[in-house]
C-alpha cells in the first residue's frame, strides 16, 4: 500500500496537479477517483486515529492512520469536521 500511495503523489508531482495547497492540511487530491482509495468527510468528534480504526479494525491503527497522513499529504494527525480525507477502502 506504501508503493501505491508513492506512486499516486509521484504521479500527481509528475503531471503538475499538486500546487501550494497540497502544504495544507484540507487538501484534497485533484483526481476524482483512485482505485483502492474512498473519501471521508469528517464528522464532528471524529479524530484520525478512529478513522483509522474504523478502516481496518485488524490493522494496527497506528499504521492506518500514518497511511492516511501520507495518502492526503497531512503534516500531523490533526483533522477538523468537515475535512474530506482519502482512506483505503477495507
Given at each position: 500500500?506504501?508503493?501505491?500511495?508513492?506512486?499516486?503523489?509521484?504521479?500527481?508531482?509528475?503531471?503538475?496537479?499538486?500546487?501550494?495547497?497540497?502544504?495544507?492540511?484540507h487538501h484534497v487530491p485533484a483526481v476524482p477517483?483512485?482505485?483502492?482509495?474512498?473519501?471521508?468527510?469528517?464528522?464532528?468528534?471524529?479524530?484520525?486515529?478512529?478513522?483509522?480504526?474504523?478502516?481496518?479494525?485488524?490493522?494496527?491503527?497506528?499504521?492506518?492512520?500514518?497511511?492516511?497522513?501520507?495518502?492526503?499529504?497531512?503534516?500531523?494527525?490533526?483533522?477538523?469536521?468537515?475535512?474530506?480525507?482519502?482512506?483505503?477502502?477495507?
Amino acid at each position: 500500500m506504501l508503493i501505491a500511495a508513492a506512486t499516486l503523489l509521484a504521479s500527481l508531482l509528475g503531471f503538475g496537479l499538486a500546487s501550494a495547497a497540497m502544504a495544507t492540511d484540507h487538501h484534497v487530491p485533484a483526481v476524482p477517483v483512485h482505485r483502492g482509495l474512498s473519501q471521508v468527510v469528517v464528522q464532528p468528534g471524529q479524530t484520525l486515529w478512529s478513522i483509522a480504526v474504523h478502516t481496518d479494525p485488524s490493522a494496527d491503527p497506528r499504521l492506518a492512520e500514518q497511511r492516511i497522513i501520507q495518502l492526503n499529504g497531512l503534516s500531523s494527525s490533526s483533522i477538523a469536521a468537515g475535512q474530506r480525507l482519502w482512506i483505503p477502502q477495507g
